[in-house]
Structures are given as C-alpha cells and as structure tokens.
C-alpha cells in the first residue's frame, strides 16, 4: 500500500514538473514577446515622428513648389512662416538653375562663386531684390538677359542628375549663409577666355575656376534700402 502510495505521489511530482516545464518556457516567451512588442511599438512611434518631421523638412526644401500647395497643405505653419517657406523653395531653385547653366562643369568653389554673384546683387541697390528677380532680370527682353543662359536657349535642355543635384546642393548650400564671399562682394564676371570691355569700368577681385569675378567702384556701390530675400531663418 505505501509504495503504491509512493509510486502515485512520484507520478504527480513528475506531472506537474513536466506541467512546469511546459508552461514556465511558454510564459517567459510570451513576457519576452511583450517586451519585444513594446520595444518594436516605440520604435515606431519615434519613426512614425522622425518621418512627420522629415516630410515636413522635405516640403519646405524641395525647390519645385512654385504653386506652393505641399506647403500650404502644413496647416501648423503661420501664414509667415508658409510665405518664406515658399519664396525660400522658388529661390532655392533660381539660384540651383543660375549655378547649373553657369557653372556646372566648375569646382565646388567656382560654383559657389556664382552663387555669391547673384546673393550680391540682392544686396545691391542696383538690381532687383529678390534671387529669382535678379536671376531672370531681362530675360523676357532680346538680348537683355543678365545671365547669358537665361535668352541663348540653354534652359530648353533639362537639367540632368547628378550635376543637377551637385548645383541643387550647391544652392542650398549658399544660402545658409555659413560659407564666406570668395569674391570679395562681386557682382559680375565673365569667363577667363573673353575680355568685354565692362571689365574696364569695374574692380578686378579674383579669378576662381574659369571665371574672373569685379565689383563696382566704391563710389557706386550700396545696398538697397528695400526688403531683400536673403535670409538665413524663418520669422520668429
């Protein structure tokens, strides 16, 4: 009787560490699923966030938004912050379209020195005050475009990759404002294989890649007293 009561009681012990060991594995894999889970729920909450911001950024720096839709459609921007983000993407183009046509077999700083041309005549009181504006200044005219590629054909050409992204973030670039005038404040210049006869009038500053850059005399030189473009940061 006793060692049936034994064998019996051997027979429970082993049901119930198999029991045991059955469950106790299934419990810990479904906590470390838990955990998983968890981990994988945050991670997505931090990518679905960085993907809101990084879609918000894209809007506001992708050149071709002249019509100004994508931007208009971020409804937590003020009506300020939507218009600079607006004129920041169509002068962002000017001036990657300005660098592409002008310079686009140029090093880094030769493309940059193109950039600092036009970013100087905003600054002038000579020209218009806006990128785009002194870009195309003259353009609708024969022969009275500012920049040569602007009226002799070249923009029936589209633009290819990866010149193009190479000037789009030359462009970009430029306009932080965080790289100095390597042509001393320049406002025009000409290939280093022609000599025109404004050169004459203006000072020599630099050459830089296939160009040489001038500015004006001191005696005509200035800023304008209008609201330029140029700006480094949104409104506060």
């Known amino acids: 009787m006793r060692n049936g009561q034994n064998i019996k009681g051997w027979m429970t012990a082993i049901a119930v560490i198999a029991t045991a060991s059955a469950v106790i594995p299934a419990i ?29 950024f894209t809007k506001l720096t992708t050149p071709r938004l002249r019509d100004a ?10 009506a300020e912050h939507r218009r600079w983000a607006e004129n920041r993407a169509n002068e962002h ?8 046509y002008e ?11 193109v950039a600092d ?7 002038s009181k000579h020209y218009p005050n806006t990128i785009c504006e002194v870009v195309y200044e003259g353009a609708h005219r024969p022969f009275a475009c500012q920049f040569s590629f602007a009226c002799d054909g070249s923009m029936d050409k589209t633009p290819a990759n990866p010149a193009w992204q190479r000037a789009k973030d030359i462009a970009q670039l430029s306009l932080t404002g965080f790289v100095p005038d390597m042509t001393k404040n320049s406002t025009h210049y000409h290939t280093s294989e022609i000599n025109p006869d404004w050169a004459e009038t203006l000072e020599y500053k630099a050459t830089i890649g296939f160009h040489k850059f001038y500015r ?6 200035g800023t ?4 330029s473009s140029l700006s480094i940061a949104p409104p506060t």
């Open 28 to 56: 810990g894999a479904q906590a470390s699923h838990q955990r998983d889970q968890a981990k994988w729920t945050e991670a997505a909450a931090e990518f679905r966030a960085a993907e809101v911001e990084s879609l918000a």
């Open 216 to 221: 004006p005399s001191w005696r005509e030189r």
């Open 224 to 227: 304008g007293t209008g609201s």
């Open 117 to 123: 041309v036009v970013k100087n005549r905003v600054k």
């Open 103 to 113: 310079a686009r077999s140029e090093s880094r700083s030769g493309q940059l020195a």
């Open 69 to 78: 839709a994508d931007i208009r459609s971020l409804s937590p921007l003020r």
């Open 93 to 100: 183009q000017c001036l990657a379209e300005a660098v592409y």
